[in-house]
């Protein structure tokens, strides 16, 4: 893997893609800033070696260019804070300022360019927009794991321009990395444990590791519908009604391959989607009208535990349960907890996908007591699925 590692950044502008899509508040300050915090080893890197930085990303989804709102200006004053150097910053990410600001950058120096999606370019992985972008930097580095699912011109398209000089930076060759160590050097058992609100998010990933796991372990909003098409009452429930046949058809296929697939025995049912919604306990599959189920029950959180914590390769994606409301994320949080047990007491290695698993692992601030939380939602998906990520393939290819 062609990482930073193998190359001396002395005197060269390396030109960053990073993941700075970090939340901000109505006051445009930063609420979580661990996207930022994941780039740091990679630029202190360059900056030790005698290089400078050129940092580029996107925010949010602005749609009609330049919007204030979407401005990375914003994340100035922490980002210097973070990384130790005044960073400076370049109002437009391509045009005659930033090829000048670019070209004055000295050793140790930190530029921050304006906001790519201000171009429809970026997201349209327009040539000539990266190979503006590419005249800005002498090496090119992508660190942006989260967007590496994307064929965008600051992504993928750009590292044509630098034929010799492209490199993962340490995030992205951590992600694929860990990624590769559960998909082919995965020990056994193997336990995959998917969650989340649909099925069809999921479907492909699912399909692929009845080919590589012993235990499949399904809950959250997706196992209504496979107890819907068992035949179960889930009263208003998620469902998705058109995925029903394809839930049985997976539970032919774990069959047939050997895995133990685990759905929710039972399932905690509340009377509105609300935090102080009236709730009780039920057996899966008996849900009266008019009520939903929001969180799998206390038989399933003891069946899933017990198998987790016997398993050596663990693979988390999407919450048991609605897990952001208190009265509703004992599932996810007993899931937690025994993912961190299995890691201690059982050495296993243990990946969290990202998105929601790993807001909840955080909430429960057991972040650091598992062996790996990606910071790709959909990258991580798509990985798994088998698909070649158009940001790996760039620098790989
Ligand atoms: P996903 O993005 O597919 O991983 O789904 C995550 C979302 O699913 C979270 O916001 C959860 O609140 C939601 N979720 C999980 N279980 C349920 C459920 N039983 N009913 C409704 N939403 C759920």
């Known amino acids: 893997m062609n990482t930073i590692d193998q190359f001396d950044f002395k005197d060269k502008k390396a030109l960053i893609r990073v993941d700075f899509n970090v939340p901000l508040d109505d006051e445009f300050k930063i609420t979580d800033d661990k996207r930022i915090r994941a780039a740091l080893p990679t630029i202190s890197k360059i900056l030790k070696d005698g290089g400078s930085v050129i940092l580029m990303s996107h925010l949010g989804r602005p749609k009609d260019g330049p919007t204030d709102k979407y401005s990375l200006k ?7 804070a973070l990384i130790g150097v005044e960073v400076k910053f370049a109002d437009d990410c391509i045009g005659e300022s930033a090829v000048k600001q670019s070209a004055d950058l000295k050793p140790g120096e930190v530029l921050l360019l304006e906001n790519l999606r201000f171009y429809k370019e970026e997201e349209k992985g327009d040539v000539a927009f990266a190979e503006k972008l590419s005249k800005l930097g002498d090496v090119y580095v992508n660190d942006a794991f989260g967007t590496a699912h994307r064929a965008h011109a600051s992504t993928s398209i750009i590292a044509q ?28 058992p193997f336990t995959a444990i998917m969650g989340g609100a649909k099925v069809s998010d999921k479907i492909l990933l699912i ?6 796991v012993d235990n499949l372990i399904i809950g959250g909003g997706m196992a209504y519908t496979f107890a819907k098409a068992q035949g179960g009452e889930i ?9 029903q046949e394809l839930s049985l058809e997976l539970i032919e296929k774990a069959k047939a391959k050997g895995v133990n697939l685990i759905l929710p025995v039972d399932t905690v049912i509340a009377d509105k989607f609300a935090n102080d919604a009236d709730k009780k306990d039920v057996t899966s599959g008996q849900i009266p009208a008019d009520w939903m189920g929001l969180d799998i029950g206390p038989k399933s959180v003891e069946l899933f535990q017990d198998v987790i914590k016997k398993s050596k390769t663990l693979l988390w994606n999407g919450p048991m349960g609605v897990f952001e409301m208190e009265s509703f994320q ?15 007491d059982n050495g296993a290695f243990s990946l ?43 620098i790989n290819g």
């Not at 914003?74 to 210097?80: A, E």
């Not at 010799?164 to 056994?188: P, Q, T």
């Not at 004992?330 to 201690?344: D, F, L, R, S």
Request: hydrophobic residues 45%.
């Open 235 to 243: 009263g208003t429930s998620l469902l998705e009604a058109d995925k």
């Open 161 to 188: 321009f630098f034929p010799d000089a492209k490199y993962f930076g340490y995030l992205m060759a951590s992600e694929v990395e860990n990624a590769e160590k559960i998909l082919n050097h995965a020990e056994r």
């Open 330 to 344: 004992v599932g996810t949080k007993a899931v937690a907890e025994a993912v961190v047990a299995a890691t201690k």
């Open 74 to 80: 914003h994340i100035l004053t922490d980002l210097s």
């Open 352 to 394: 969290i996908g990202g998105g929601d698993s790993a807001a909840a692992i955080a909430k429960f601030g057991l972040e650091d007591e598992v062996s790996y939380v990606s910071t790709g939602g959909g990258a991580l998906l798509e990985y798994m699925e088998g698909k070649e990520l158009p940001g790996v393939k760039a």
């Open 207 to 212: 399909e692929k590791l009845l080919d590589k």
